[in-house]
Nanobody, 116 residues
Framework: QVHLTESGGGLVQPGGSLRLSCTASTSIFNFNSMGWYRQPPGKERELVAAIRKIGSSIYGDSVQGRFTISRDNFKNAVALEMNSLEPEDTAVYYC??????????WGQGTQVTVSS
């Protein structure tokens, strides 16, 4: 069974930065893509960023230019570098992976709160 474990969430002031990490219990070469979703309070879950095995990445419109996704194949991990954080970025952030059978895996989530 595949497990995705997130870390790095917390409280940060507006304009600050955080780095989230997601470690998989298996080689991330098993996944066609990995990424991050978030669910703000009272809203639906939305795509933040995703990166494919070949290295191409996509970003949600609201984070383009502020967030950067990367993958470390040797550590079986995906990271999300978040800069210029805004109160609207407050959400539970979930790690996400899809394998070559289109099976989807989710982490348990990590809270990110942007507040002064």
């Amino acid at each position: 069974q595949v497990h995705l474990t997130e870390s790095g969430g917390g409280l940060v002031q507006p304009g600050g930065s955080l780095r989230l990490s997601c470690t998989a219990s298996t080689s991330i070469f098993n996944f066609n893509s990995m990424g991050w979703y978030r669910q703000p309070p009272g809203k639906e879950r939305e795509l933040v960023a995703a990166i494919r095995k070949i290295g191409s990445s996509i970003y949600g419109d609201s984070v383009q230019g502020r967030f950067t996704i990367s993958r470390d194949n040797f550590k079986n991990a995906v990271a999300l570098e978040m800069n210029s954080l805004e109160p609207e970025d407050t959400a539970v952030y979930y790690c996400h992976a899809v394998d070559y059978r289109s099976t989807t895996f989710w982490g348990q989530g990590t809270q990110v709160t942007v507040s002064s």
